[in-house]
């Protein structure tokens, strides 16, 4: 298994900016984590919210300590309200068990990270990071 590298990172948050702005979202803010939930890149487009960047941290945050893209996560969190309260608790606030954060695999179906998008819909938060992880050559798991 090969860890995620920063140039492929880059190149996510850098993709997934540029599809956001091929389907006209409203600014996004890109995060990469590695497999060890450790940011590796962010970018925070302009006029993006300023809690944007620990939206998307915690989309990706969430998918890695729970092992399952936040689209899966969210209908978890609609059957297991309880539950989904006690992770926010127990994680410090870093969970966000909305669509937008997606598990990074490498071609063995090993997890090498998560990207979190925030800023627009989350179905097409979710769109745009599964197009940067495909465009960097790995398998999206949005859940």
Do not use: N, Y
Not at 8 to 35: E, I, K, N, Q
Not at 62 to 87: E, I, K
């Amino acid at each position: 298994m090969q860890p995620l590298l920063l140039k492929d990172a880059s190149h996510m948050v850098d993709s997934a900016l540029a599809h956001g702005r091929a389907l006209g979202c409203h600014p996004l803010t890109v995060a990469v984590l590695d497999a060890g939930g450790h940011l590796l890149a962010l970018k925070r487009e302009d006029d993006s919210g300023i809690l944007r960047p620990r939206i998307a941290q915690a989309k990706a945050w969430g998918a890695l300590g729970m092992g399952a893209g936040s689209r899966g996560l969210a209908a978890r969190a609609a059957d297991a309200p309880a539950f989904f309260q006690s992770l926010t608790t127990i994680s410090d606030g870093r969970i966000a068990p909305v669509p937008g954060g997606v598990l990074i695999r490498d071609s063995e179906g090993h997890v090498i990270g998560a990207v979190g998008i925030s800023g627009d819909h989350p179905d097409r938060d979710e769109a745009c990071a599964v197009h940067a992880i495909e465009s960097a050559g790995h398998v999206a798991d949005a859940g």
